[in-house]
């Protein structure tokens, strides 16, 4: 019978009877008790199954996927089953999910009493961009009995995309909004905007910023007053991303440019919020996935429809076609992230040139990244004269990229250096700064 699968249980009771057949040969007394017990099994057996199989919509499962997941983080996925059997039932639920999560071990096991309906929920955290298949839901059913089980099988071939990180976008606008982020303890920036959009003149406060003192409103108020602005609107921010092997480099399971991408979704959001234009472009060989720089209402969007297309090409990134591509298409002067990752202070010098190009015309921040096995070697307590070795070098390879950060200070050029995991809040911070002091 299809979908029919006899337990363990009904095995075992095989095996009892097996068992007494054999004693009965030394025992003829036993051999009417291994007869009527035989025929007891067979009984049990045949009931059970057509208890299971009498009715045909006898469960109704379901599977809830959300429209799309987000990288990275902890999604929710929903399934819902009701037993419509007059009896109590149990249940195994086995959800054949995406090859991608590499799962082998998915199971749900629940109680129902007759007419319950259970809804189950289970976290799927995605690491690679792109489309997601579902395969059946089966749904294997026994009664007290457990005899036998019948499966149930639902929705075959659901699929989903796998989008950049995108669930906690709420949670950084809100922090946004309020000019301060938790990274340890609280940093709040305060906002120095120095355009010439006045807003009105307040009282001052310790922070504030000391140009600012109007002196004409401080005399005939015989305490100190500020002018306050507003922070400058619809300013031009490009997100560039390398795409090169150098950020194909794995932490935790995501890739540098899956965070780097995830990063941008972020302050992406951020700088729409603030009401400046936000624009993409991606480069390795040559400059692609290119959006322009706009805060109309789908641009979001567009900018996370061409992030779900980035992958990484494994070759050496052109910082000379970079450097071309935004002498002649970012025309006015603008904020310019550039998300790459630079190992040595050679690395930096072969490239300081188009560096430099670029900030001669733009304010370039180049985030790279701290690497954490390093971070936490650092911080470890040495035990053997290996470890000391390993410490040592570690400790070099860290204090190069301190001084690839005075290279870039050199000539002006900020840079983010961070471990991937605070990459989002370290750049919407480097934003906000960068906003409240006005450097634009």
């Given at each position: 019978?299809?979908?029919?699968?006899?337990?363990?249980?009904?095995?075992?009771?095989?095996?009892?009877?097996?068992?007494?057949?054999?004693?009965?040969?030394?025992?003829?007394?036993?051999?009417?008790?291994?007869?009527?017990?035989?025929?007891?099994?067979?009984?049990?057996?045949?009931?059970?199954?057509?208890?299971?199989?009498?009715?045909?919509?006898?469960?109704?499962?379901?599977?809830?996927?959300?429209?799309?997941?987000?990288?990275?983080?902890?999604?929710?996925?929903?399934?819902?089953?009701?037993?419509?059997?007059?009896?109590?039932?149990?249940?195994?639920?086995?959800?054949?999910?995406?090859?991608?999560?590499?799962?082998?071990?998915?199971?749900?096991?629940?109680?129902?009493?007759?007419?319950?309906?259970?809804?189950?929920?289970?976290?799927?955290?995605?690491?690679?961009?792109?489309?997601?298949?579902?395969?059946?839901?089966?749904?294997?059913?026994?009664?007290?009995?457990?005899?036998?089980?019948?499966?149930?099988?639902?929705?075959?071939?659901?699929?989903?995309?796998?989008?950049?990180?995108?669930?906690?976008?709420?949670?950084?606008?809100?922090?946004?909004?309020?000019?301060?982020?938790?990274?340890?303890?609280?940093?709040?920036?305060?906002?120095?905007?120095?355009?010439?959009?006045?807003?009105?003149?307040?009282?001052?406060?310790?922070?504030?910023?000391?140009?600012?003192?109007?002196?004409?409103?401080?005399?005939?108020?015989?305490?100190?007053?500020?002018?306050?602005?507003?922070?400058?609107?619809s300013q031009r921010i490009f997100l560039m991303i390398?795409?090169?092997?150098?950020?194909?480099?794995?932490?935790?399971?995501?890739?540098?440019?899956?965070?780097?991408?995830?990063?941008?979704?972020?302050?992406?959001?951020?700088?729409?919020?603030?009401?400046?234009?936000?624009?993409?472009?991606?480069?390795?060989?040559?400059?692609?996935?290119?959006?322009?720089?706009?805060?109309?209402?789908?641009?979001?969007?567009?900018?996370?429809?061409?992030?779900?297309?980035?992958?990484?090409?494994?070759?050496?990134?052109?910082?000379?076609?970079?450097?071309?591509?935004?002498?002649?298409?970012?025309?006015?002067?603008?904020l310019i992230l550039l998300f790459t990752n630079f190992?040595?202070?050679?690395?930096?010098?072969?490239?300081?040139?188009?560096?430099?190009?670029?900030?001669?015309?733009?304010?370039?921040?180049?985030?790279?990244?701290?690497?954490?096995?390093?971070?936490?070697?650092?911080?470890?307590?040495?035990?053997?004269?290996?470890?000391?070795?390993?410490?040592?070098?570690?400790?070099?390879?860290?204090?190069?990229?301190?001084?690839?950060?005075?290279?870039?200070?050199?000539?002006?050029?900020?840079?983010?250096?961070?471990?991937?995991?605070?990459?989002?809040?370290?750049?919407?911070?480097?934003?906000?700064?960068?906003?409240?002091?006005?450097?634009?």
């Amino acid at each position: 019978m299809k979908n029919l699968y006899i337990n363990t249980r009904f095995y075992m009771a095989l095996l009892a009877v097996g068992s007494l057949y054999v004693l009965a040969f030394f025992l003829p007394l036993l051999l009417w008790f291994a007869h009527a017990l035989l025929i007891a099994c067979i009984l049990a057996l045949a009931s059970d199954i057509f208890l299971l199989f009498a009715k045909e919509n006898a469960v109704v499962g379901h599977r809830t996927l959300p429209e799309k997941l987000s990288n990275g983080d902890r999604n929710e996925i929903r399934v819902s089953v009701k037993n419509n059997y007059p009896v109590a039932v149990s249940v195994n639920i086995i959800d054949e999910i995406p090859f991608q999560f590499q799962k082998r071990d998915f199971l749900l096991t629940k109680s129902m009493k007759a007419g319950e309906d259970v809804t189950f929920q289970y976290p799927l955290v995605p690491k690679v961009r792109g489309s997601y298949h579902f395969g059946k839901l089966n749904v294997y059913v026994k009664s007290v009995l457990g005899l036998v089980s019948r499966r149930f099988k639902f929705q075959d071939g659901d699929s989903l995309p796998c989008y950049p990180s995108f669930i906690h976008l709420r949670k950084y606008e809100l922090m946004a909004l309020q000019n301060e982020f938790m990274m340890g303890g609280l940093k709040k920036i305060r906002k120095l905007g120095h355009t010439m959009e006045f807003e009105q003149i307040k009282d001052y406060v310790p922070g504030d910023d000391i140009r600012t003192i109007n002196w004409k409103a401080t005399g005939k108020r015989n305490q100190l007053m500020v002018n306050q602005y507003q922070d400058e609107k619809s300013q031009r921010i490009f997100l560039m991303i390398d795409k090169g092997r150098t950020m194909q480099m794995p932490f935790n399971g995501l890739s540098l440019l899956d965070y780097s991408v995830n990063a941008v979704m972020a302050l992406s959001h951020i700088i729409l919020k603030k009401n400046d234009r936000a624009g993409l472009m991606t480069f390795s060989r040559k400059t692609e996935n290119k959006v322009a720089a706009d805060n109309k209402s789908g641009q979001l969007r567009k900018i996370s429809e061409a992030l779900y297309q980035i992958e990484t090409d494994f070759f050496e990134s052109d910082f000379s076609r970079l450097y071309q591509d935004v002498k002649f298409t970012v025309g006015q002067r603008s904020l310019i992230l550039l998300f790459t990752n630079f190992e040595t202070l050679d690395a930096v010098n072969r490239q300081m040139k188009y560096l430099r190009g670029i900030a001669k015309n733009h304010l370039l921040v180049v985030v790279f990244f701290r690497n954490s096995e390093l971070h936490d070697l650092i911080q470890t307590n040495p035990e053997n004269m290996k470890d000391v070795y390993d410490q040592i070098i570690a400790e070099k390879l860290e204090f190069e990229k301190k001084l690839i950060m005075q290279e870039l200070r050199k000539y002006g050029i900020y840079s983010v250096y961070t471990l991937p995991e605070n990459l989002n809040i370290e750049v919407i911070n480097k934003y906000l700064e960068i906003k409240a002091r006005g450097l634009l």
